[in-house]
């Protein structure tokens, strides 16, 4: 889990600088108040715009600025299943479609 940037650690120590509204996985989990495999689930799913560190460990950055952080927090305080119920009337979910960096 540690190599997919999910331990329970602290922030990952950075061995290259983030750009303007970058985000380490952890500390927008953290900022946006969710369980951070869900944060991954949404980077697997390409519900984010994000990149991997080209060497180990491998964390992942993530791109939000204010517009995509307030699009993440909406999501995130969306009822339960609201994604599924979105799925089965034949809707793409909002949150699927990030915004261009």
Known sequence: MRRLGLSQSLSPQPNEALAEHEWWLPDLATYLAMPRPTLYNWVR????????????????IIWADETELNRLKAYRQQPDGEI????????????ANPPKR
């Not at 799913?45 to 964390?59: D, E, F, I, L, Y």
């Not at 599924?84 to 949150?95: C, D, F, N, S, V």
Request: net charge positive.
């Open 84 to 95: 599924l119920k979105q799925r089965w009337r034949g809707e793409t979910p909002a949150i």
């Open 45 to 60: 799913r390409g519900w984010v715009c994000a990149r991997q560190q080209p060497n180990s460990p491998r964390h992942w």
